[in-house]
């Protein structure tokens, strides 16, 4: 007989499909290609919006030219991006095992100190997932500003809703395992990168002919021009908090680099070297577009909104590709795209928190069922975990990117900062060639980390950094706090190893609880014999005495043996503690061994958690703090058996008609 399939397990292979073994993990990796448009796409996607976040600090502070001032930030930025591309080239070369600064850090400060990295990088990943897709839907809703006007500006009410449906979308893809979400997230990475391409050699080819538009820097709902509105006021009103802040702002523009690291073990072999490639064509990509957005924001002077609608990307796209029916299909191809490759950017946390959970908890910091791989091979509790948090974090914040932007880049410049410090250390210790550059190199890349680190706490503290500032410490004593309780667990089971060859107690004796006269208590009773212990005791704790009294009418009707039933008067109607206290005095020899039996019936899962109270576990519990007592339930389905029940009685009626 084929046994049936639960419900549950039914709606869940309609949803994910069919079951991977275990022995098709090798099959599930990633080709460079594959892997730059899944892996790279948090990194190369935050192109959209990171200059725009420079230009939010500036612009309402010196005005036209905040302009000016991007293009120097910018290059700034960009050299920070090549020192961490040299850095995690190394990273990958040296860990080729998924993890990225949490295995660098963990291999050369030992766990407790990596989990600085560890929090820092699952902080990220959940700030990440809510960015990418408030930024995504802002690039939808953009699309629908400058196609319809103002008529549309109701349209952003559905800002929270479409971030909040993308992600439960993204959860999804990635709970049918890595292949499938692979293939359907690589493309929008190449869209966007055609569209950005489309919209530089156009604005070139205007540029060259001084036919490219500007914007209108007065337009409705524009950020308002601070200072004099001119180039004076670079000199007057550029502090340098400001430009450290609106640096900040634009460090936002590098998050997304750790994903190669963090997924190495998804490449295929030789995983490092096809790692490596991946990450320096991701970095030279993420570059090109963070210099030219910034570019054209100089030329075109496109401005931030308020509303943030529309963006400057979508600016800057409108104005060089023009009014025209072959303009606006630029426009909507680029926008599309864009929103594409910023949804599939969440992604990558979708891969990489996952992974980096799993190590995590391997290593006795969090909860070990974030090391099992699910239906599909993914690590299913991990996404779960991630959809649920980042979910709860676009509520909080509305879905409003300036909000989420606060919260962000903290987490992944300590994860390079802790990345480069491991490796000054790795290198420090062994003699290989070329050890002086790579020290250099990573020396500097945890310098300059750790500055914008700080950077970032101070001049974004008032902005949500102060709840990652906060979030820090409190996440590393969890974790720490979880480990210990995890090596006390395991210091109590090995202290005093059983013998299990030679019985320690004379005198056996079972007790069965006994609420109901019902199969689910002639099952217990039934196991209680099979067990042929010295002394079997079925016992009732009385709380109302009418019924008690119809319960042993019913006992001596059933008919079950020699076996009395004893009535345990329970007048304060505390039965666990009226048990205990039972069980105490017949384990006060010392010599007896007492097997308690809790028949437990179940019921359908909703319903059955309504309708009835389900005490067996918290006395099993209870009981189980008891030295020389063993609490065993024993279950009954009641839902199956009500099934064969009705099968026999149509049964019966088909052969009593037949027999009629």
């Keep these: 007989m084929e046994l049936p399939e639960s419900l549950a397990y039914r709606v869940k292979r309609r949803l994910l499909g069919k079951p991977l073994v275990t022995e098709e993990l090798s099959h599930e990796k990633l080709s460079n290609p594959v892997a730059l448009g899944v892996l790279a796409s948090d990194c190369i996607s935050s192109s959209a919006y990171g200059s725009e976040a420079m230009l939010t600090i500036l612009i309402p502070v010196i005005g036209i030219a905040a302009f000016t001032l991007l293009l120097p930030v910018t290059l700034a930025i960009l050299c920070v991006l090549t020192l961490l591309t040299l850095s995690y080239r190394d990273v990958v070369m040296a860990y080729t095992r998924a993890g990225g600064s949490y295995v660098v850090a963990r291999e050369n400060f030992g766990p407790n100190v990596a989990q600085v990295a560890a929090v820092a990088l699952l902080i990220d990943y959940i700030v990440t997932v809510a960015v990418q897709t408030a930024a995504g839907t802002t690039a939808l809703l953009s699309l629908v500003h ?78 308002a021009l601070g200072g004099a509105g001119n180039h004076t006021s670079l000199l007057m009103g550029a502090s340098v908090f400001l430009v450290l802040k609106a640096f900040a702002n634009g460090g936002t523009s590098l998050t997304g680099l750790e994903a190669i690291s963090n997924g190495v073990s998804a490449f295929r072999n030789p995983q490092g070297p096809n790692a490596r490639k991946t990450l320096v064509a991701m970095s030279v990509t993420l570059g090109t577009l963070v210099l030219g957005v910034s570019g054209l924001a100089y030329l075109t002077h496109s401005l931030p909104f308020g509303s943030g609608n529309p963006s400057v990307l979508s600016q800057e796209a409108s104005l060089v590709f023009g009014g025209s029916w072959l303009g606006q299909a630029g426009l909507v191809f680029l926008q599309l795209a864009t929103a594409l490759i910023l949804y599939t950017g969440a992604n990558t946390s979708f891969n990489g928190f996952p992974f980096l959970a ?303």
């Excluded at 293939?183 to 929008?188: I, R």
């Excluded at 569209?195 to 950020?223: E, N, Q, T, W, Y």
């Design 146 to 223: 400058l196609l319809g006007g103002d008529a549309y500006n109701w349209v952003d009410r559905y800002q929270l809703p479409i971030s909040l449906a993308v992600v439960l979308l993204l959860c999804w893809g990635n709970l049918r395992g890595i292949r499938e979400a692979g293939k359907a997230f690589a493309l929008p990475a190449y869209l966007f990168m055609g569209g950005m391409g489309l919209l530089f050699a156009v604005a070139g080819i205007r540029l060259l002919s001084g036919d490219l538009p500007h914007a209108d820097v007065h337009a409705k709902g524009a950020l």
């Design 358 to 660: 799993s190590f995590v908890a391997e290593d006795s910091f969090l909860p070990r069922q974030l090391t099992r791989r699910g239906h599909r091979l993914a690590f299913s509790s991990g996404i779960l975990t991630l959809t649920a948090v980042s979910m709860a974090l676009l509520i909080g914040t509305d879905a409003r990117l300036d909000s989420l932007l606060g919260l962000y880049a903290i987490g992944v410049f300590t994860g390079f900062f802790m990345a480069g410090t491991g490796l000054v250390k790795h290198h420090w210790t062994r003699r290989e060639r070329g050890r002086t550059a790579k020290l250099i190199v990573n020396a500097l890349a945890a310098t300059v980390s750790l500055g914008i680190v700080l950077t970032f706490a101070v001049t974004k503290f008032t902005e949500g950094a102060w709840l990652v500032v906060v979030l820090f410490p409190v996440g590393v004593w969890a974790l720490i706090r979880v480990n210990r309780r995890y090596r006390e667990e395991a210091e109590a089971l090995a202290a005093a190893p059983a013998d299990t060859t030679t019985p320690l107690y004379r005198r056996q004796v079972v007790y069965i609880l006994v609420d109901r006269v019902d199969l689910a208590a002639l099952k217990a009773i039934r196991y209680a014999r099979s067990l042929r212990p010295q002394e079997i005791r079925a016992v009732h704790f009385m709380i109302d005495s009418r019924e008690a009294e119809k319960l042993a009418a019913q006992w001596t009707d059933a008919q079950v043996g020699d076996l009395p039933l004893e009535i345990v008067q329970c007048p304060d109607r505390r039965i666990t503690r009226a048990l205990l206290e039972l069980i105490h005095r017949s384990t006060t020899d010392r010599r007896s061994q007492i097997t308690l039996l809790i028949p437990e019936r179940n019921y359908s899962p909703v319903l059955g958690r309504l309708l009835h109270r389900r005490t067996a576990d918290h006395i099993a519990r209870a009981v189980g703090k008891l030295p020389h007592v063993v609490a065993t339930i024993v279950p009954f389905d009641v839902v199956e058996a009500h099934e064969e029940l009705a099968v026999a009685e149509a049964a019966g009626a088909r052969l009593s008609k037949v027999s009629g």
